[in-house]
């Protein structure tokens, strides 16, 4: 079974994260409820996301930040990683993650930069490839610049087979699919033990 670390479309032939989050879209509209709620819920899951900061989408940003903030200190004191969405927000969000301890962070839907990917691994962090980031040379690039044992793959909302990212991905990597797929199932156990 392939590891598809994050998916609107779940198959019974894959292996995915579970998570609960609030996305940056509708952290206007979080309540002390909403986040009372995640914690509740975080105990039967693997991680909490997507969450983080999108300054394309009309949503305030001081609100997208509060939300996060909160969602990562959820994710710390219940022991989980997060999954992040980043969007035109990458530096922020670098500066928002050093403050917190974390399991794991897996920045999902990658499409910066080769330089931003090489940051975010530095620390620790993961970068999960999809069918957006073969649009453009730059996320290959950076796909490229990611150590293997910080690669994940994904479909997140696109109507596409698991087996095709990681074909392409295989081809961009010049790695053996059948590599890639043993490679994404050891960084899955590292992080879900």
Do not use: W
């Amino acid at each position: 079974m392939k590891i598809n670390i994050h998916t609107h479309n779940p198959k019974s032939d894959e292996i995915t994260l579970s998570s609960i989050g609030i996305h940056p879209y509708h952290a206007a509209d979080a309540t002390t409820d909403s986040m009372h709620a995640i914690e509740r819920q975080a105990k039967g899951v693997d991680a909490i996301g997507e969450i983080g900061l999108d300054y394309c989408c009309n949503t305030d940003k001081a609100a997208q930040v509060l939300a996060f903030r909160v969602q990562l200190e959820i994710a710390q004191k219940e022991g989980k990683g997060v999954v992040i969405h980043c969007v035109k927000a990458f530096e922020d969000v670098m500066n928002i993650l050093k403050d917190y301890s974390l399991k794991f962070v897996i920045f999902h839907g990658f499409i910066g930069s080769a330089v931003q990917a090489v940051r975010a691994t530095e620390r620790g962090y993961y970068l999960s490839f999809g069918e957006r980031s073969f649009r453009s040379p730059k996320s290959i690039e950076a796909m490229r610049a990611v150590p293997v044992e910080r690669l994940f793959l994904e479909t997140d909302e696109a109507q596409v087979d698991i087996g095709e990212i990681y074909s392409r991905a295989s081809a961009v990597l010049g790695i053996p699919e059948a590599i890639l797929e043993y490679i994404t199932q050891e960084n899955y156990n590292r992080i879900c033990g």
